[in-house]
């Protein structure tokens, strides 16, 4: 298996000159808060020789993977099984932090993890198979309002309280095991008109991997987490894929690089001063020859921020 043919960073070398300025220095730390199959961590440790990476996942599978893709850097990388909103315990002091959010194209490739509705699987859509609930048993045990919750919340989805009711109705009669069996009942609850309007699963999939992983409620401790762990200096980027996910980075950097002094002040104190500045203008996107090359760089959504100061 090549990883290269099958695993193409997005937005790698437009990350590369957002983190280079902080990377330069011998000791120059840089985590990769989502390692995936290590792409983005190699091409960052063969253009900055003096760099030690710190690579973060909750996939067992995507660290197993990466350590072979990276066996060459070695001695200048430790491995971390973890959730990045535990960033803040394993990279105090860094230069640099790299996150690239959502599912993984290891994790959207293999058939049997259950994310991809297109590839009939055990629904289990599970980052970490090592813990926690699957989307199965989401399914099978949530509330029909809970349901409509989540598809309304994380999927955005217009239907959320007809897919709840039927989904609710069909597990009655045989339970929903395997991503074919619910794309199915969308399939049926979904007015034809809809349907040609795009795939019928497509973000009741997306909510439920959100739900199953904690998707929101983890990046929203994460983003400020990751700020706090930069050296003044340091700099971040982050990757969005959809909507939900760039505004809670969004509104992190925003408070983040504005003034907390209270208006009619006459003079700012340092403590109010902005601690980052944002490096992008908005959220910057693929070209559209990468779009072309690389169909998986379509929703990105990257910003990028700087530490200016030390919280005081």
Not at 141 to 148: A, C, F, V
């Amino acid at each position: 298996m090549n990883l290269r043919d099958i695993h193409t960073p997005v937005l790698l070398e437009r990350s590369i000159e957002l983190l280079a300025p902080a990377l330069h220095a011998d000791g120059a730390v840089l985590v990769d808060a989502t390692l995936g199959m290590g792409g983005h961590a190699e091409a960052f440790l063969e253009r900055f020789e003096n760099i030690r990476l710190i690579g973060l996942d909750r996939d067992t599978d995507a660290l197993r993977i990466a350590g072979q893709r990276l066996e060459r850097f070695a001695d200048r990388i430790t491995f971390v099984h973890t959730v990045y909103d535990e960033i803040g315990l394993h990279a105090n002091g860094a230069s640099g932090i790299l996150m690239d959010l959502g599912v993984s194209s290891l994790q959207l490739d293999e058939a049997d993890r259950g994310f991809a509705y297109a590839k009939d699987a055990p629904l289990d859509m599970r980052m970490d198979q090592t813990s926690g609930i699957t989307a199965a048993e989401v399914i099978a045990t949530y509330s029909e309002g809970n349901l409509r919750r989540i598809f309304e919340k994380y999927g955005e989805e217009k239907l959320a309280a007809r897919y709840a009711r039927f989904i609710v109705q069909a597990r009655e009669r045989a339970a929903l095991q395997r991503s074919q069996d619910l794309v199915d009942v969308l399939q049926e609850a979904t007015p034809a008109a809809v349907q040609r309007a795009g795939h019928p699963a497509k973000r009741v999939f997306q909510a439920l991997r959100i739900e199953v992983n904690s998707e929101l409620n983890v990046l929203a401790d994460a983003i400020p987490a990751a700020m706090d762990a930069l050296a003044v200096g340091g700099r971040i980027a982050v990757m969005s894929y959809q909507s939900l996910e760039d505004r809670l980075v969004k509104q992190a950097f925003a408070a983040a690089s504005r003034s907390t002094a209270p208006a009619g002040l006459p003079v700012e104190l340092p403590q109010h001063a902005a601690r980052f500045r944002t490096l992008t203008k908005g959220a910057e996107m693929a070209s559209e020859d990468e779009k072309q090359r690389n169909p998986r760089a379509i929703p990105v959504r990257l910003r990028a921020a700087e530490r200016i100061r030390e919280a005081l």
